[in-house]
């Protein structure tokens, strides 16, 4: 059966903080209340990442956060996509060069979808995660990894085992 | 406002603030280090319920290698403030735990001047 | 007895909106142990604002310390650099910083109060909540041309004036906010299961709000008269009609009751401060350079604020210091949870309302 159809129509959200200020997340929540209602096009916040099909990181990402997100990253099932809200989490914004942060979400995993603006609108959020509807639509069963990460995937892949490999070359950056 | 700073070597801190502190009437709010290049400048804030612009100030000065005193014993919530101070600081403050904020990774004392 | 279990809670979970870590150590259902791990958003801000922002750009950076409660820290910076540079804030900078403060304080307590009613599994409630609380986003786009990070104060006074055709919408949306509010106040005080769920689940008693230096909300819920408000002349607040609330009993129930009545008490404020708002400048310029040290209190929606700056004659600050309520709230939280049931957990975290941006900086 196709299931492509049907994954547009009732995409998941799973949100996760790396470090921004709680703007863009409270922007992120007042997407979800009636106002502005993301509910419309089917998407539901659960935070579980196994249930999710969208991915909405908000923040620079600090370097505790980082190991957490590609984590989450690795445990969602594909076809997957990431949204990057707010200006921090596209390129760093204020927070671009401070000491303990990563300038950006695309240094850590891949992002499909960037939403600027500090904080940013909940209209633009809500462009942003239909745009990524957009793009869910187009991805296929293919594991996609992080730019930085040369961990060879052939299927049938063994989820456990490319996350501890993933985790380990993590680790191994940090150290070298 | 009203400053009430008393200035003291680092082992009486702990006498120092003993002897005025009583849970009942004092607000602790918080410890704070200033570098001063070598050296910290320590300064614990109080204040009292129901005052008016109303600070005393213990300060006192450190080097990078003293032991800074603590005073979880007279005030039980301060052990957050002092892992702060000796995770960014690097100081070396009694009972405290390095990594509150810090990563390894991340640079280390980074509050440090130079 | 049972067995020890390791139920860890975050730093990503359903309950939470943010990333905090509290392992728990349980026997049965009893909670015995607990570690708390805070430092998933640490940034840096501290350094980044005494070596790399000149003074006059801290307090738009001191902003992003915290989205919901973005007004305080930008009102601490500027209070504590204006007296530090002694300069003179025009009134109606004043009056409108106050009023945004308080505009911000609403959204903030709407959304805590929303919180809890989900974690307690009135959805609906937090629905309705979050309903009304975009009405005060609305105000607050309205008057300063953001929803947050607004930074509308600025050192010597405000960015933006209010003209007379927002001050006419603004009286509109206030008017139905107030009704609004009223409805919610009635809903927490009294709806049955909320209460039945809620009373006295995690009580902080006074004695233990005193001996662990709880502020904000919990700490005038346990029955302890504090309030920088009172405690710290930075606004005019006295002339507005403020009055402190205080509660007795401590548990979550009074928290979130506190915050609605918090709520109508601001709302009171701002309708004064609409009414009485003076004429004249809304800035002054600020000339000079920082010297010596100035440390000011404020109360932002979660409690006490602390700030302390230090300059010597350069462009840029040698040191600030941002001392936020939930970092003096974490204490007794890690307190609070030994003994208790793990299921009342999530919903004691949110009743205290962590800010945890605010804590990590
Ligand atoms: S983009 Fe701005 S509002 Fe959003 S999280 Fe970053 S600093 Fe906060």
Redo the contacts between chains.
């Keep these: 059966m196709d299931f492509k159809s049907f994954r547009k129509k009732s995409p998941w959200i799973l949100h ?12 992120i ?2 997407c979800l ?3 502005y209602d993301i509910e419309r096009f089917g998407a539901l916040n ?4 196994k249930q999710s099909d969208i991915l909405i990181v908000t ?2 990402v ?4 980082k190991e ?1 997100l590609l984590r ?1 990253y690795l445990e969602m099932p594909e076809p997957k996509v990431v949204v990057a809200v707010g200006a ?1 989490a596209c390129s760093g ?3 671009r ?5 990563e300038n950006g979400v695309d240094k850590v995993i891949p992002v499909d979808v960037y939403v600027p603006g ?2 940013a ?2 209209e633009a959020i809500i462009d942003g995660v239909i745009k990524a509807l957009e793009i869910l639509e187009k991805k296929g069963k293919e594991v996609e990894l992080p730019r930085w990460c040369s961990v060879e995937v052939k299927p049938p892949v063994n989820r456990v085992k490319l996350l501890n490999r993933c985790l380990e070359e993590l680790h191994g950056r ?1 150290r070298g | 406002m009203v400053v009430d700073e008393v200035k003291v070597p680092l082992r009486d801190v702990r006498r120092t603030i003993k002897e005025f502190y009583n849970p009942q009437e004092w607000h602790f709010i918080t410890v704070n280090g200033v570098d001063l290049g070598g050296k910290v400048e320590l300064k614990w804030f109080f204040t009292r319920y129901g005052e008016e612009e109303y600070f005393k100030v213990v300060t006192a000065e450190a080097s990078y290698e003293d032991e800074v005193p603590t005073i979880t014993y007279l005030i039980p919530s301060a052990w957050i403030s002092e892992w702060e101070l000796a995770d960014l600081f690097g100081l070396n403050v009694e009972g405290a735990k390095k990594g509150l904020f810090l990563d390894p990774e991340s640079p280390q004392a980074p509050l440090r001047r130079g | 007895m049972g067995k020890r279990i390791t139920v860890p809670f975050g730093s990503q979970h359903v309950a939470l909106p943010e990333p905090v870590r509290f392992v728990f150590q349980t026997e049965n259902e009893k909670i015995v142990d607990v570690e708390v791990d805070v430092g998933y958003v640490h940034r840096g801000i501290e350094k980044a604002c005494a070596t790399k922002f000149k003074y006059m750009q801290v307090g738009y950076v001191v902003a992003r310390v915290c989205g919901l409660c973005a007004i305080s820290h930008t009102l601490g910076y500027v209070t504590a650099l204006e007296r530090l540079m002694g300069v003179e804030v025009p009134k109606r900078a004043l009056y409108l910083r106050l009023l945004v403060s308080e505009l911000d304080r609403i959204h903030s307590h709407l959304l805590a109060m929303g919180h809890t009613a989900e974690v307690a599994g009135y959805e609906n409630l937090f629905m309705q909540t979050f309903r009304h609380r975009e009405l005060v986003m609305e105000m607050l786009e309205l008057l300063t041309g953001n929803r947050v990070q607004f930074d509308f104060a600025c050192p010597g006074g405000v960015n933006r004036d209010l003209t007379p055709e927002v001050e006419k919408v603004l009286r509109e949306k206030l008017k139905l906010l107030e009704e609004k509010a009223l409805w919610l106040k009635d809903v927490y005080e009294n709806d049955f299961s909320l209460a039945l769920r809620w009373k006295g689940i995690g009580v902080v008693t006074e004695k233990m709000a005193k001996e662990m230096n709880v502020v904000g909300p919990p700490a005038r819920a346990a029955g302890l008269k504090t309030d920088a408000r009172a405690e710290f002349n930075y606004l005019p607040f006295k002339e507005v009609g403020y009055k402190m609330v205080v509660l007795k009993g401590g548990s979550i129930y009074e928290r979130n009751l506190l915050r609605a009545l918090e709520v109508l008490n601001s709302i009171q404020m701002c309708w004064n401060v609409l009414d009485g708002l003076p004429e004249g400048e809304i800035k002054v310029p600020v000339k000079g350079l920082p010297e010596g040290e100035m440390f000011v209190r404020i109360e932002a929606p979660r409690g006490e604020l602390f700030y302390y700056i230090r300059g010597s004659q350069k462009l840029v600050l040698d040191r600030v210091r941002i001392r936020v309520p939930t970092f003096s709230n974490i204490p007794v939280m890690k307190e609070l949870f030994v003994g208790m049931d793990y299921a009342d957990v999530p919903a004691t975290v949110i009743s205290f309302d962590p800010c945890l941006s605010c804590t990590a900086r």
């Excluded at chain 1, 996760?16 to 922007?27: A, K, L, Q, R, V």
């Excluded at chain 1, 600090?62 to 956060?65: E, G, H, M, V």
């Design positions: 996760y903080n790396t470090g921004s200020c709680n703007g863009c997340d409270i922007e929540l007042a209340a009636p106002k659960r935070g579980n990442p923040g620079p600090t370097k505790r956060a957490r989450l921090c914004g204020v927070f060069h401070m000491y303990n942060v500090c904080a609108r909940p940090r």
